[in-house]
């Protein structure tokens, strides 16, 4: 299967990249974008997550890698691949740490969070509202605990 080979494609990323070799991602993350577009997100998504969750475990490296993967879909995917992603996932934490705050300047996955899939949408699928509120409870408190770093420092500088 495709997601399979994504994943041994990550694998072998990921050795390149910690013996200090330069990496694209973007064949891979159009290749995930036009899967997720012919409708095999879910598919490929309970077979290619479960990998992720382990590798984001273990390693800043594999953090990086798995956030720019998702992140670095090209735009005209972006919605079929988030889409995927929040109705595989059953851990908010995972879907913050594939998103990280990519929110933040990435103009259409904050459309599709904020506004497409939370009020033009419907699901069956309670994971996307879930994933959806854990991952805005979870950017929240990345700003709560950088704003009381920021204020600290100023305090003591």
């Known amino acids: 299967m495709v997601a399979d080979q994504v994943c041994k494609a990550l694998e072998k990323l990921h050795d390149n990249l910690t013996m200090s070799q330069d990496c694209s991602f973007k064949f891979l993350g ?11 997100a879910e598919n490929t998504f309970a077979v290619v997550l479960p990998a992720l969750e382990k590798w984001l475990t273990t390693s800043p490296l594999w953090n990086r890698i798995c ?4 992140t670095g879909v090209p735009d005209g995917t972006m919605e079929h691949v988030a889409e995927g992603l929040l109705k595989v996932a059953n851990n ?16 259409k996955l904050k459309y599709l969070l904020t506004t497409k899939f939370l ?14 509120i854990g991952y805005f409870i979870w950017m929240q408190a990345q700003a709560f605990v950088s704003g009381n770093c920021a204020y600290t420092l100023r305090q003591l500088g």
């Open 67 to 70: 956030a720019r993967l998702i």
């Open 92 to 107: 908010p934490t995972l879907i913050a740490k594939l998103f990280v705050d990519s929110i933040l300047v990435n103009t």
């Open 119 to 132: 009020l033009m949408r419907s699901y069956s699928n309670m994971n996307v509202l879930y994933n959806i």
């Open 30 to 40: 159009e290749l995930i974008g036009r899967i997720c577009m012919a409708g095999q």
